[in-house]
């Protein structure tokens, strides 16, 4: 596991964070767009993350790989963003309360399927939870998941979809929310 500290003079730092921008914020847009699927949010969710880095460029400390942490900064972020909108104060309009206890209702459903995708991933084997983990946590496209585990596209594609048909199988109370997704 690489640790590694910004460095202290304020000119390679802005340099390093540039770099670190540029290389990923698209990756963190599109993990960001593919959870909340409305752009504005995610385009809004992806510039809290890096205003939030260089807001603690001095004291901050990444371990492991850039990217692995950045993705699991806009997942805090996208629970944050349902997080917040579950807990935004019910107005006085009877429309509003019940928007508002929507958003709790739909916070909850939200969560508890994603503590059961969660348990069924665990059980994929392992090549099929490595490419399942690396599209939809890491957001990263066919081509980029099978360059980094020197599989063909087309193996990538097979692994997806067998990850897939896995969770619907297994979730069938939920079947409904699936049926135009892949």
Known sequence: MNHLSLPDD????????CNLYERFWQRIYRYCLSHL???????????EIFFALWERRHSLAILGQEENYL???AKYKVFDHYRQQAHTAPHETATETT???NLTENQVYFNALVHK????VRFLPGQCRKVYE???????????IASSLQISPKAVEY?????????????????EHFSNRT
């Open 117 to 120: 995708i969660n348990e069924l």
């Open 159 to 175: 692994h997806i979809t067998r990850a897939l048909r896995h969770i619907r199988e297994n979730l069938p109370e939920y079947s």
């Open 99 to 101: 928007h508002s206890e």
């Open 71 to 73: 993705i699991r900064a």
């Open 37 to 47: 699927r409305d752009e504005e949010q995610a385009k809004e969710v992806t510039q």
């Open 10 to 17: 304020e000119r390679p730092l802005r340099e390093y964070f």
């Open 134 to 144: 690396l599209s939809r946590e890491n957001g990263l496209s066919n081509k980029e």
